[in-house]
């Protein structure tokens, strides 16, 4: 990839599902770069939410390429999730009028129950209309969906994998690889991170560091129902990719929450 960079620039390619990552170097200096990063960044850097960022560059061919500070650090394991940095990290994003206002800026995408519905039933397969389960939950979703009015929607991750925290050498947590951002319910971002990392045990202490108490039965309830519209995405993905082992492991994990709401 030439990024028309200025001579003694060296660029090693970082992992990822993108394969638009680098590390770039010259003499001392190390960097992150990122090509077609979302203008978003910016306000992200100024938050302390990412790592600073540089400097950004638009070359020949029109992209534009962004350079962040190069920390030494690590990305937490799944059994990290769990430290109040995590949840306390989440809250000021969440809490942030900044951010949803730039995000917002720069047109993003608004993220609604009715429109979750309707983008897991369009080009569903007949074998999963048609499966009991699936077709009960769908219907359960549908008749009770959250009513949190969008004016309280705030800037969701949208891929909180852990893979995505990384904390610094001087013990500093960031959030990174914001592709997916959207403004939507925080529960639905709660629900990635309270599903798959947090015990049920454990969910009362996590939301206290989150600055939500586990009292708040709305709050849990659209946390559920979250949690059950990413089950059914995932059965219908591992549906059309053939994998039918993750497609019955995820049925099985929907039927917990399916004695949850009868």
């Given amino acids: 990839m030439d990024f ?14 993108t394969g638009t990552a680098y590390m770039g170097t010259r003499a001392q200096e190390k960097v992150f770069l990122k090509q077609n990063m979302s203008p978003f960044l910016a306000a992200l850097s100024v938050a302390g939410i990412t790592p600073k960022l540089i400097w950004t560059k638009r070359i020949s061919s029109g992209d534009t390429i962004t350079a962040q500070e190069w920390l030494n650090g690590r990305n937490l394991h799944s059994d990290e999730m769990d430290q109040k940095m995590v949840p306390e990290l989440l809250s000021k994003i969440h809490r942030s009028k900044q951010l949803k206002n730039m ?58 994998n852990h893979r995505n925290w990384l904390q610094s050498d001087t013990n500093q947590l960031y959030l990174v690889d914001w592709e997916s951002a959207k403004i939507a319910d925080p529960a639905m971002d709660l629900s990635l991170v309270m599903s798959e990392y947090i015990p049920d045990t454990q969910w009362s202490s996590w939301l206290s560091g989150y600055h939500e108490s586990l009292e708040n039965n709305d709050l849990l309830n659209r946390i559920n129902w979250y949690i059950i519209i990413a089950k059914l995405q ?22 917990k929450y399916n004695m949850k709401t009868d």
């Fill in 103 to 160: 995000l917002s800026q720069v047109g993003g995408e608004v993220i609604t129950p009715s429109g979750l519905l309707a983008n897991y039933f369009d080009d569903l397969s007949d074998d999963l209309k048609q499966h009991p389960l699936l077709s009960k939950m769908f219907k359960q979703l549908n008749e009770h969906q959250p009513e949190l009015s969008t004016d309280k929607y705030t800037v969701c991750h949208g891929d909180l």
């Fill in 234 to 255: 995932r059965i219908k993905k591992a549906h059309q990719l053939s994998r039918f082992h993750e497609m019955n492991q995820a049925i099985i994990e929907l039927q």
């Fill in 4 to 17: 028309n960079l200025d001579p003694g620039w060296q660029l090693l390619p970082i992992g990822g599902d």
